[in-house]
């Protein structure tokens, strides 16, 4: 499980791990799903399922954040760290597929 605090903006690895857990998660059921040479829907779902994977990490973010006053640079620098890393795993998971 992926501990969300302040820290988080200082932690790539660990979030690359993260995202990379989910997208191949994601690319097993989407190659049950589609078919070999259905490359553009596979991508497309592959991106759906990180960019919802996001979104969930981001949300939860902002929950903790407001609860512990995290001031707006903290929050900034974590959801752009986030966004970066889930870009990163998108590009290597449509490769994969």
Do not use: H, P
């Amino acid at each position: 499980m992926l501990a969300i605090d302040s820290s988080l903006k200082d932690r790539k690895e660990e979030l690359l791990t993260y995202f990379r857990s989910r997208a191949r998660e994601a690319l097993d059921e989407v190659r049950r799903t589609y078919g070999v040479k259905q490359f553009k829907e596979q991508a497309s779902a592959i991106n759906k399922a990180i960019v919802g994977a996001r979104n969930t990490l981001i949300a939860t973010l902002s929950q903790r954040a407001n609860w512990e006053r995290w001031d707006r640079e903290e929050i900034l620098r974590c959801v752009l760290m986030i966004t970066y890393v889930s870009y990163v795993v998108m590009i290597e998971a449509r490769n994969e597929a």
